[in-house]
Every structure is written in structure tokens, then in C-alpha cells.
């Protein structure tokens, strides 16, 4: 690799570690589907990537505000093409780089007891997330996945902080009980 490649990568990589989780939730919040987001995100990182390739390293001013016009961009393609197409894409977004669930029921807004998941009992409440409406797995997704505040949720979703709550702490309640009438405890 040339040195004015390494410098693109050098680059790149300091923009993708300094962005990345800042323009997934952008993204979350945007995009009309949550199965896509994973598509979009990584258009969006291999766009800024051709862009330092062809404009140089020097060429991004602000590294945040450059790559969320390109997030933007990309998602409003995404489903101009998708409409066009009619098509559906189903990826798994509970599931970290292994495969394995990353939902975590507990929140620091809420007292809950102390309690060990069984894969079995993530895999069934993934299943309850997955049959909730898209805005819902926004939710928790940026919530769980994300690590984000109900605060940041709100902003990025451009809505009330008690909406936020209401659907995360009723759909959460809701997981409540559906495992207390099978006899166990979730929470």
C-alpha cells in the first residue's frame, strides 16, 4: 500500500472509531425499517472511504457532519430503491459480530432485581421485539444495543422523552408478564 494509502486508511479508521456509533443510531432512527440499518451503515462508511480515496485525507472538514450527509443520503436511496424493487431485507439486529443476543432487559431508570437470561429466554424475547412495530425496535435497540439515554433516544427520534419511556417501560412490562404467566421470572 502506497503511504498516501495508509494515510486514507489512518484516516478513515480515526473517523469510523470517532462516528461510528454516533451515525448507527442516526441511522436507526431514520431508517424505515430496522432490518436495513446494518445495509445502510455500511454503504455509508464504504462511501466515505471512495470519497477519502478520491478527494484525500485533508478533504473532510467536519468528520461528523460529513459522514451523516452521507448517511442521509444513503438512506433516502435506500428506500427509493427498496420501494422501486418492493423488496424486503431481514438481518437480525439483537445479535452482536458471534451471533449472540445483545438485548439486556434492565435499565438504569427502572429498580429491578439482579437476574441470569438463559440463551432459550433471549432467543424468546427477541422473538417478542422482533413482532413489535419498527418504532419499537428502535427503541431497543438504541436503548439496548446502542446504550443510548431515553433522552438521546428522544432527540434522535424527534419526539417527547416520556413517549420514549412509555412505549420502552410498556413493552418491557408487557415481556413482564408474558413470563410471569409461564411461571417465571423475567425481572
Known amino acids: 500500500m502506497s503511504n498516501s494509502g495508509s494515510n486514507v486508511t489512518s ?9 461510528n456509533k454516533k451515525i448507527l443510531a442516526f441511522i436507526a432512527a431514520k431508517c424505515g425499517n430496522i432490518d436495513d440499518m446494518n445495509d445502510i451503515l455500511q454503504e455509508t462508511y464504504m462511501e466515505l472511504y471512495s470519497t ?3 478527494k484525500g485525507a485533508d478533504f473532510i472538514e467536519n468528520d461528523e457532519a ?3 450527509n452521507i448517511a442521509k443520503h444513503k ?20 445479535t452482536n459480530e458471534n451471533g449472540e443476543i445483545t438485548l439486556d432487559l434492565q435499565s438504569e431508570d427502572m429498580d429491578v432485581e439482579d437476574s441470569i437470561c438463559t440463551n432459550e429466554l433471549v432467543d424468546e424475547i427477541e422473538e417478542i421485539i422482533a413482532g413489535k412495530s419498527q418504532e419499537i425496535r428502535k427503541i431497543f435497540f438504541l436503548r439496548f444495543s446502542l446504550d443510548l439515554t ?4 428522544a432527540k434522535l427520534m424527534k419526539v417527547k422523552e416520556s413517549y420514549i419511556k412509555n412505549k ?5 412490562s408487557e415481556i413482564r408478564e408474558i413470563y410471569k404467566t409461564k ?4 425481572i
Do not use: W
Not at 484516516?11 to 462516528?19: A, E, G, P, Q
Open 183 to 186: 411461571g417465571g421470572e423475567v
Open 11 to 19: 484516516v478513515f479508521n480515526k473517523i469510523y472509531d470517532s462516528t
Open 150 to 153: 431515553i433522552g438521546d433516544i
Open 75 to 94: 438512506i433516502y436511496k435506500h428506500y427509493t430503491v427498496l420501494q422501486r424493487m418492493k423488496s424486503d431485507l431481514s438481518l437480525s439486529v439483537f
Open 52 to 54: 477519502l480515496l478520491e
Open 168 to 172: 420502552l417501560y410498556r413493552t418491557i
Open 66 to 68: 460529513f459522514v451523516t
